[in-house]
């Protein structure tokens, strides 16, 4: 059976995509009843447009597929914390479940992102998991920032 570290190993594929194309490596992929609908990575250099979020373009892609911006118990893995955009979009979109990587390093965030998803004014609320494969997500990010350091010197 297909769990939790089985998904995210997808998540990182995609984030390793990202890293090819000199994005930052974070990656994303939305499930529906153990089988994956859709999958993303950061595209937000390469586009030119912030809202290129692995997040994002990941929950684009399920709502085409499904036909609907209501991605009902859906999960979504991502490589990295989302932020406070991605996390908006992840508890409107009606994603039942957020299971996560690499937390940020910003302290805030977290509490930020738990304030989106109990907040009272939205009609759904998401469960979170974090810290799966949290090494592997790390490293990744840690890597890809490394490398920019260096091309910067």
């Known amino acids: ?36 609908i859709a999958r993303a990575h950061n595209e937000k ?31 979504i893995y991502v490589t990295l914390e989302p932020c406070p955009m991605c996390a908006s979009a992840i508890q ?16 805030d965030n977290f509490s930020i992102i738990s304030t989106i998803f109990n907040n009272s004014w939205a009609n759904a609320s998401v469960s979170m998991t974090k810290n799966v494969l949290s090494n592997e997500c790390s490293c990744l990010l840690q890597n890809f920032f490394e490398k920019k350091r260096i091309e910067q010197d």
């Open 92 to 107: 409107q979109s009606r994603i039942s479940r957020l299971i996560y990587g690499a937390s940020s390093k910003n302290q």
């Open 45 to 75: 250099d390469h586009k030119n447009l912030v809202t290129k979020h692995a997040e994002l373009i990941a929950i684009e892609k399920a709502s085409k597929k499904l036909s609907n911006w209501r991605l009902l118990n859906c999960e």
């Open 1 to 36: 059976m297909k769990n939790d570290e089985y998904f995210m190993n997808e998540a990182l594929k995609e984030a390793h995509k990202a890293f090819l194309l000199n994005e930052v490596p974070i990656g994303a992929v939305i499930v529906l009843d153990g089988k994956i």
